[in-house]
C-alpha cells in the first residue's frame, strides 16, 4: 500500500478501477493494507462524478484469493499489525507520521515472508516516505534496502541494484541512497562488476539472453584520458574487462552526457550508471507516467512506479496511477519471463 498518507492508496483504487488488478496468466492480484484506507481513497475517488464505486473485499491469506467477487479489489492485512493500525484511516493526508511509516514497514516485511514462502510471485510497493520511516524507527533509507535485508539469508543482506525503466531506456546503478561524496568512494571494480553480472542476469530473465550493456563513467567525459579523474582507468575499464571474460557484453565507460541518448537510440539495452541521480535524470526527464523501478537480485520480482508519495496531492483525488500500471505491467513480464526460463 505505501505510506497510508500519501498517494499510493488513491492510485491502487485507480488502477484497481482501470482494471490493472485483473488477473491473467500470472494469476490474481492482492494489494496488502488497510483496507479502511483504501476504503478511504476510495470515497475521496467517488466523489468525483466519473469514477465509479468499487467493491474491496478483505481477505487473510494469498490463498483466498480465488475466493474474492470478480472485480473486486482483494484486500490482505498484515498478520502483525503495528501500533496506530486501527488509527491510519482517521490520519490527516499529506503528513509524515510515524504511524504510516510503522504501518508500511509492516506491509513491506509481510509481503516478503509471503512472497518467499511461495504464496505470491513478486511484490509491487506503492511510494513510501522515508521520513515516515525513520520516524517510525525504521534503519533503512528507502523499498531498496529494506527488501534486501528482509530477503537476505543468514542476516545477509541480499546484493540488489535498482533500475529504472520506460519503454525507451534501461539504467541500473551502481549505488543509489547515499550522499554524493559517500557515493564516489563506494565505487570500486567490486561493485561495478557485480552491477554488471546482477544486470545480465536480470536480461536474461526478460528474454534477453546477451543484453548489450553499457557503462557510463562517473567523471566528464569519461575522464578524458585520466585528465579529469582515474576512476574510469583504474576502476571501471578493469571491471568491463572482469565482465567480458566472464561472457557479458560490456561496453566503456562511456561519457556520462552521451551514453543515455545513446542507448534510447538503440545502440545498448541497458546503461549502467555510478550513482543516484546521473541514472535516474535521464530516465524521469522522459516522464514518469511510464517509469518503472525494478529491484535486480532478489530472490523475488519486485518493482514500483517512479515517483514518491506526493504528500500535496494526496487526498484530492487528482494522482495519476499511470506509473504504478506500468510497474503491475513490468512485474508481470518479469513473473512470466523467471517462470519461463
Not at 465509479?52 to 484486500?75: E, F
Not at 527488501?147 to 543509489?176: C, F, I, Y
Not at 557503462?215 to 582515474?230: K, M, T
Not at 526527464?285 to 512506479?305: I, M, Q
Amino acid at each position: 500500500m505505501g505510506d497510508a498518507l500519501g498517494i499510493g492508496p488513491e492510485i491502487i483504487v485507480r488502477a484497481a478501477l482501470q482494471g490493472a488488478f485483473a488477473p491473467d496468466a500470472q494469476g490474481p492480484v492482492a494489494v496488502l493494507g488497510s483496507s479502511a484506507v483504501l476504503q478511504r481513497a476510495a470515497a475521496v475517488l467517488r466523489q468525483r462524478a466519473d469514477v465509479p464505486g468499487l467493491v474491496i473485499a478483505r481477505i487473510d491469506h494469498p490463498a483466498d484469493l480465488p475466493d474474492v467477487p470478480a472485480g473486486a479489489l482483494a484486500v490482505l492485512e498484515p498478520e502483525a499489525r503495528p501500533e496506530g493500525w486501527d488509527g491510519l484511516a482517521g490520519l490527516p493526508w499529506g503528513q509524515v507520521d510515524a504511524r504510516a511509516g510503522r504501518a508500511a514497514a509492516a506491509c513491506i516485511r509481510q509481503a516478503v515472508a509471503w512472497t518467499m514462502a511461495g504464496a505470491a510471485a513478486g511484490v509491487v510497493t506503492a511510494p513510501i516516505h522515508k521520513e515516515a520511516l525513520a520516524a517510525a524507527g525504521e534503519p533503512y533509507p528507502g523499498h531498496t534496502e529494506m527488501l534486501a535485508a528482509e530477503s537476505g539469508w543468514h542476516g545477509q543482506p541480499a546484493d540488489v541494484r535498482m533500475m529504472l525503466a520506460n519503454q525507451e531506456l534501461k539504467t541500473v546503478l551502481v549505488t543509489v541512497h547515499c550522499a554524493l561524496r559517500e557515493a564516489i568512494e563506494r565505487i570500486d571494480v567490486e561493485a561495478v562488476l557485480s552491477t554488471l553480472r546482477i544486470s545480465h542476469a536480470a536480461a536474461r530473465t526478460w528474454g534477453q539472453a546477451a543484453a548489450r550493456i553499457a557503462v557510463a563513467g562517473l567523471n566528464p567525459h569519461a575522464g578524458e584520458g585520466g585528465l579529469f579523474g582515474r576512476e574510469e582507468i583504474e576502476v571501471i575499464a578493469p571491471a568491463i574487462a572482469a565482465a567480458r571474460a566472464e561472457g557479458i557484453d560490456a561496453r566503456g565507460p562511456f561519457a556520462p552526457d552521451t551514453v543515455f541518448m545513446r542507448a534510447r537510440r538503440g545502440e545498448f539495452d541497458l546503461v549502467i550508471a555510478m550513482y543516484h541521480d546521473q541514472g535516474l535524470i535521464p530516465v524521469k526527464y522522459l516522464g514518469v507516467e511510464e517509469g518503472v523501478n525494478v529491484t535486480l537480485g532478489l530472490p523475488f520480482v519486485r518493482t514500483s512506479p517512479d515517483h514518491g508519495t506526493a504528500f500535496d496531492l494526496a487526498g484530492t483525488g487528482r494522482a495519476d496511477a499511470s506509473s504504478l500500471v506500468a510497474a503491475l505491467r513490468m512485474a508481470r513480464r518479469l513473473v512470466q519471463g523467471r517462470v519461463a526460463a
